[in-house]
């Protein structure tokens, strides 16, 4: 699971804002996170308390903290990444004495997310209109990739690395697995789907269908027999987040196979991809086998998140039956970024070698 937790940090440097005279940036040590606060409210070493993008607050406490008007969301309670006079701010920082007063303790522990009453944002999950929630096979584990932002040391480990990068995208999470006794389970993060008898199959089993990943899945297990194997993927389209990329229909972005937990490298999955006829239903592909360093060429991470996405670079036009069409019609920028090693790899205390950074502007942007 990814971490989010409202903790005490260490301001590591303050800075002037390059376009406001009455603001500074602070960053937050042991990330790469920085945010834009009052000009001489902090100073580099300050212990403060940092809530991350996609906080929900209690109303007691952004009543405490004054912050309603700065906040997102339909209850105006959710922290997310803006961008101020041209600078970037992700997340927020409270004094740690405002908190101490607000929580009535002189002493207080550094994970405070529990004792404030934070959690986190979740985008809802699909209605289900046609299907029943059940629970998952046991060896489809919910699916989470840790950010660069919080794990500066594992992205310092990446750029070293040969790696492939994909783009992020904006949708929803899915899965379809077969088991050892062939039985075939589709659902979305932390459930299954079942359909229902006499109604119509749930959409994400109609597109399971369609884009041939139930044959896929029974051509795999023919060739790793008495395994349990699991696609993953994002679905994106009508319906979902928006419908961001204004498909017609919705489309699977297939990111991983897994062998009974076991990832597939690459090369390895690109190969396998071709022989179940899915090669094309893979996430945009950015680069690959290439020194991460070298691709990043001088720029930080945030600015290689940015860019137009591959799924709908032109906007919407006519001619390009499987987008919708409507005026004003702009490119769309892309959610951010995944990074993986071209060979699977495994830190000691983090796990799987992998990270994401989702674009600031994105999500200043789109408000997501």
Same mark, same amino acid.
């Given at each position: ?237 009508? !319906? @979902?987040?928006?419908?961001?990329? =204004?498909?017609? /229909?919705?489309? &699977?972005?297939? $990111?991983?196979?897994?062998? +009974?937990? *076991? ?43 940015? !860019? @137009?996405?591959?799924?709908?670079? =032109?906007?919407? /036009?006519?001619? &390009?039956?499987? $987008?919708?069409?409507?005026? +004003?019609? *702009? ?38």
């Amino acid at each position: 699971m990814s971490v989010f937790k409202v903790e005490t940090r260490k301001i590591s440097k303050i800075c002037q804002h390059s376009n406001a005279d009455k603001l500074d940036i602070a960053q937050i040590d042991g990330t790469l996170f920085q945010c834009v606060v009052q000009k001489n409210l902090y100073k580099t070493g300050d212990i403060i308390v940092y809530f991350p993008i996609d906080s929900i607050l209690p109303d007691e406490l952004i009543e405490q903290q004054c912050i309603r008007n700065y906040l997102a969301g339909k209850d105006k309670n959710r922290v997310r990444t803006v961008i101020l006079r041209g600078e970037i701010s992700q997340g927020y920082i409270a004094p740690i004495e405002s908190i101490k007063t607000y929580l009535k303790q002189e002493c207080i522990q550094d994970d405070l997310t529990e004792v404030l009453g934070v959690i986190k944002y979740e985008p809802p999950e699909i209605k289900i209109s046609c299907g029943n929630l059940i629970s998952k096979p046991e060896f489809v584990y919910t699916y989470d990739i840790e950010g660069c932002d919080r794990f500066p040391d594992i992205l310092s480990k990446l750029m070293n690395e040969f790696v492939f990068i994909t783009e992020k995208i904006e949708g929803t999470n899915f899965w379809a697995s077969i088991d050892a006794n062939k039985k075939i389970s589709i659902g979305q993060r932390n459930f299954a789907i079942e359909n229902l008898e006499n109604k119509p199959e749930h959409s994400f089993w109609q597109v399971a269908r369609r884009e041939g990943v139930i044959d896929a899945l029974e051509k795999i297990s023919s060739i790793y027999h008495q395994s349990n194997i699991t696609i993953r993927g994002e679905l994106a389209g009508p !319906g @979902i987040q928006g419908n961001y990329y =204004k498909l017609k /229909k919705l489309k &699977l972005f297939i $990111f991983d196979i897994e062998v +009974n937990k *076991k990832v597939f490298s690459f090369n390895e999955l690109q190969l396998l991809l071709k022989d179940i006829n899915l090669l094309n239903s893979f996430v945009p592909i950015l680069a690959q086998n290439i020194l991460l360093n070298d691709w990043f060429n001088g720029k930080t991470i945030q600015q290689m998140s940015n !860019g @137009i996405s591959v799924i709908n670079p =032109k906007g919407i /036009k006519e001619d &390009l039956l499987e $987008f919708e069409t409507q005026k +004003n019609d *702009k490119p769309r920028l892309r959610e951010g970024i995944v990074i993986k090693p071209m060979q699977e790899q495994y830190v000691f205390g983090f796990g799987r070698l992998f990270l994401k950074q989702r674009d600031p502007i994105y999500l200043d942007k789109t408000g997501f």
